[in-house]
């Protein structure tokens, strides 16, 4: 039995394929989560290319994949996503903030039509489901995981995921915004006690004051919600496109010295928590 979490892209807003970002790497957000036999994906940016792939050679062909939100950033690999396009294979979506707006099936199929995409969905021969739900409920995906949902603070609107297996937990926690003072009690409800959170950290507290409205967090807001809440370590995830693996250096040696507990995600990175 194993938990492992690993991390496909850590970008935030766009990709950044260039040297200055070989370090921590330019892929936007995209993690997968292994859960014994089960294969849990956290969104949809461009690294599910390469995770696809790596589906593809271990032979894993069915997968929930859960979005935290359909903006750009966070969908824009699943055209590329090699194991949709083989009808051998079969693919729970999840959304929880568009039930009221058409459902995640209209979204996702938008991006892919012309004169956006050459390709339409149609080509996808994998089996896909498509599932709308609420921020905030319980998702009942199998008898070996529980996962709770709840809704963050983001432009037309954003969930996080605490996914519990084997007496572990992480929590996927992107995009959200904090406000200055108050701690965001719906996500220190999600997080209390969980062995893994990974959190919008993609400002410092320096420049959030300038981003205000943006819908992102900090990493000292994450490390300070994480303190509160008894997590064991927290992941620095969703990495301003303008910080570059020498900005990102100095944030990893800051928050080391704040707490012991943090520390920054990389593309390929990954974490056994079982």
């Known amino acids: 039995m194993a938990f492992a ?3 496909w892209g850590v970008r ?21 989560v292994i859960a014994g036999d089960e294969v849990y994906i956290f969104d949809c940016g461009s690294g599910i290319r390469n995770l696809g792939k790596a589906l593809l050679e271990r032979e894993v062909k069915t997968a929930n ?9 966070h969908i824009n690999g699943f055209p590329f996503f090699l194991p949709a396009y083989l009808d051998t294979h079969a693919f ?29 969905m ?10 709308d739900f609420r921020a905030g409920e319980k998702l009942n995906l199998s008898k070996k995981t529980k996962i709770k949902t709840a809704l963050l603070n983001h432009p037309n609107g954003a969930t996080a995921y605490r996914l519990e297996f084997g007496g572990k937990s992480m929590c996927y926690v992107t995009d959200t915004e904090h406000v200055v003072g108050k701690p965001d009690q719906t996500i220190l409800k999600l997080i209390e006690g969980a062995d893994l959170v990974i ?9 959030f004051e300038k981003k205000m409205g943006w819908g992102h967090s900090s990493w000292q807001e994450g490390v300070r919600l994480c303190q509160a809440a008894n997590v064991k370590s927290l992941a620095i995830f969703h ?19 704040t707490w012991d507990g943090a520390f920054v995600a990389r593309d390929n990175m990954m974490i056994k928590l079982l």
């Not at 058409?102 to 956006?116: A, L, R, T, Y």
């Not at 959190?199 to 420049?207: K, L, S």
């Not at 990495?239 to 010295?257: G, L």
Request: aromatic residues 10%; glycine residues 8%.
């Open 5 to 7: 979490v690993k991390f």
């Open 122 to 131: 149609e080509a996808m021969r994998s089996n896909i489901m498509f599932h």
């Open 239 to 257: 990495h301003d496109p303008e910080h570059e693996d020498i900005f990102m250096r100095k944030v990893e040696k800051q928050a080391r010295s």
């Open 65 to 73: 994949i859960l979005l935290s939100h359909t903006h750009w950033d």
């Open 199 to 207: 959190y919008d950290c993609t400002y410092t507290d320096d420049e």
């Open 12 to 32: 935030g807003s766009i990709a950044t394929p260039s040297p200055e970002y070989m370090d921590f790497g330019g892929n936007t957000s995209c993690v997968e």
């Open 92 to 120: 729970h979506l999840w959304a929880g903030h568009l039930i009221d707006d058409g459902g995640v099936e209209k979204v996702m199929s938008g991006q892919m039509m012309q004169p956006m995409f050459p390709v339409p």
